[in-house]
Nanobody, 125 residues
Framework: QVQLVESGGGLVQAGGSLRLSCAAS????????MGWLRQAPGKEREFVAG????????YYVGSVKGRFSISRDNAKNTLYLEMNTLKPEDTAVYYC??????????????????WGQGTQVTVSS
């Protein structure tokens, strides 16, 4: 089991920035690739960003490339998502998740076996 707790969400104006954190406990954090996913009202949950076990390889959905940055600190068992130039369409509940299978497919949510409770990000126009 892995327990995940997100923090850092909030209300921000368009063009602003937020930094999300995800603290992990339980099984060894650096045994797993990790991801951030989000769910907007009335929409399906979608992949946002992913990072490999080492942290050296990252993946992003096209709509956030160049604006968001995912990173991890394995010594602190913490995952981060730096979000810049936020847009109203980024409004969603953001979840961190453990990718429990292997391979380079980070997009599909069934690849993730453990989830946090989510943190709300609201971007006003």
């Amino acid at each position: 089991q892995v327990q995940l707790v997100e923090s850092g969400g909030g209300l921000v104006q368009a063009g602003g920035s937020l930094r999300l954190s995800c603290a992990a406990s339980g099984r060894t954090f650096n045994n797993y690739a990790m991801g951030w996913l989000r769910q907007a009202p009335g929409k399906e949950r979608e992949f946002v960003a992913g990072v490999s076990l080492s942290g050296f390889t990252t993946y992003y959905v096209g709509s956030v490339k160049g604006r968001f940055s995912i990173s991890r600190d394995n010594a602190k068992n913490t995952l981060y998502l730096e979000m810049n130039t936020l847009k109203p369409e980024d409004t969603a509940v953001y979840y961190c998740a453990v990718k429990t299978d292997y391979g380079d497919d980070y997009e599909h949510i069934w690849r993730y076996g453990y989830w946090g409770q989510g943190t709300q990000v609201t971007v006003s126009s």
